[in-house]
């Protein structure tokens, strides 16, 4: 089975930097998804790395140590819209599918 | 491509009675999931299908629930009889391949009372 941990809920400033992490226990690793899924709407596809290293997106980064079964979201020069959960996702290939962690509800303070 | 279609966008119904939601997964995609969320269990996955076929149902809570998908446009997840327990908001989502990015629909909200 897969077992897929990262916090439940974080607090950060307008204009700052926060990094959320995810570790994962799998096999057949095919990927790691990041999801993002403001409230009452649908969760939408953010990042996907598959091979270690940092992916970087505008404002968004995303990092993978597949040796450490481990990985992290970092958002940066936070804005009020950034509020909303983000969701790990471990892709499976004996599984054929991808599991969800449980999110992370990241709350952006004026 | 308009993207996963599901309806009804609300469904309230009263305890007992039949409730089906539908889904339309994006065209090309060989994959399709539902999932239920709810604050209490998060997001949940209920059943897949690759081309049609359900792989994996053990996410199914019990026999009152069931998935099928008829043809490579279309799937339907039938709760029969609904319960309180059940109202939550279900998902379905569709990717190329099972393990690859998913997109999902707008969600169905159930209410049953």
């Known amino acids: 089975g897969q077992n897929i941990d990262q916090p439940t809920e974080m607090t950060a400033t307008e204009g700052a930097i926060v990094q959320i992490n995810c570790t994962y226990q799998?096999?057949?690793?095919?990927?790691l998804f990041w999801y993002q899924q403001h409230a009452g709407e649908a969760p939408t596809f953010l990042s996907y790395?598959?091979?270690?290293g940092l992916e970087e997106k505008g404002r968004f980064s995303s990092f993978l140590s597949r040796s450490k079964g481990y990985s992290y979201l970092l958002l940066k020069e936070l804005q009020m819209k950034d509020s909303a959960s983000y969701l790990c996702?471990?892709?499976?290939?004996?599984?054929?599918?991808?599991?969800f962690g449980d999110g992370t509800t990241l709350t952006v303070k004026p | 491509d308009a993207g996963v279609i599901q309806s009804p966008r609300h469904e309230v119904t009263e305890m007992g009675q039949e409730v089906t939601l539908r889904c339309k997964p994006i065209?090309?995609?060989?994959?399709l999931f539902w999932y239920r969320q709810t604050m209490m269990r998060g997001l949940e996955l209920l059943i897949y299908?690759?081309?049609?076929?359900?792989?994996?149902d053990s996410g199914m809570p019990e026999d009152r629930f069931s998935a099928k998908m008829p043809n490579a446009s279309f799937s339907t997840l039938k709760i029969q009889p609904s319960e309180p327990r059940d109202s939550a908001v279900y998902f379905c989502?569709?990717?190329?391949?099972?393990?690859?990015?998913?997109?999902f629909g707008q969600g169905t909200r159930l209410t049953v009372v």
């Open positions: 790395n598959v091979l270690d």
């Open positions: 065209s090309g995609h060989n994959s």
């Open positions: 799998t096999s057949g690793f095919n990927g």
């Open positions: 996702a471990v892709g499976n290939t004996n599984a054929g599918k991808s599991t």
């Open positions: 299908f690759n081309n049609n076929v359900p792989i994996d």
């Open positions: 989502a569709s990717s190329f391949i099972g393990f690859t990015e998913a997109f």
